[in-house]
């Protein structure tokens, strides 16, 4: 197992990936334990997170990935994709294909296709997922930062230059250690 930690300076996020220290941003309401959670909180869960799933932009994101190919899924982004984060649907923080008119979702659901640069690429963290609890928290992210370096809704961010250095010292069953500050 490979283990990032994020750790707090002086008011400042901090995520540990071997010798460097990479600045980022977490939720507007600080750090939470895992089970106190909700959707909507604006909190951070504490906890080992496993990194899932890779996702990006073909379009923004030209890095290459044959050195991560072996070590994590790797997913295209495209302009239907979205993310559940409806506690009352069964697709409850689950990637979803969004389709103007469906009759099969009428969920709530936040869009992957951004204007905005934070989504170009990000990881999936396996908060809440194994089993999915409803109104616990969805769409948990490792994420590229926005412009102004805000807080985020729950997410880890960084900046889009660091996800760089962490692909290259990415290995295959890769966690984010996140403790209660």
């Not at 990032?4 to 996020?13: A, E, G, I, P, S």
């Not at 982004?77 to 469906?102: A, L, Q, T, V």
């Not at 969920?107 to 990881?123: A, N, P, Q, V």
Request: hydrophobic share 35%; charged share 30%.
């Amino acid at each position: 197992m490979n283990k990032w930690q994020l750790n707090k300076t002086d008011q400042k996020y901090f995520i540990n990936v071997n010798a460097k220290s990479i600045p980022c941003q977490i939720g507007r309401n600080g750090i939470i334990a895992k089970n106190d959670k909700r959707e909507g909180d604006l909190c951070t869960p504490s906890g080992l997170w496993n990194l899932r799933k890779l996702y990006y932009r073909k379009d923004k994101i030209n890095f290459i990935f044959d050195k991560i190919k072996n070590k994590i899924a790797i997913n295209k982004i495209s302009k239907n994709c979205g993310w559940c984060d409806d506690k009352n649907s069964k697709f409850y923080n689950k990637k979803i294909k969004i389709i103007e008119n469906n009759i099969f979702f009428h969920g709530r659901y936040e869009k992957l296709w951004r204007e905005d640069d934070t989504y170009d690429i990000f990881f999936e963290l396996g908060f809440n997922d194994c089993p999915v609890i409803k109104g616990m928290g969805s769409a948990i992210f490792l994420h590229c930062s926005f412009d102004d370096l805000r807080p985020t809704s729950g997410c880890i961010a960084i900046s889009k230059e660091s996800f760089e250095y962490i692909l290259n010292n990415l290995k295959i069953n890769t966690y984010i250690e996140i403790e209660e500050c």
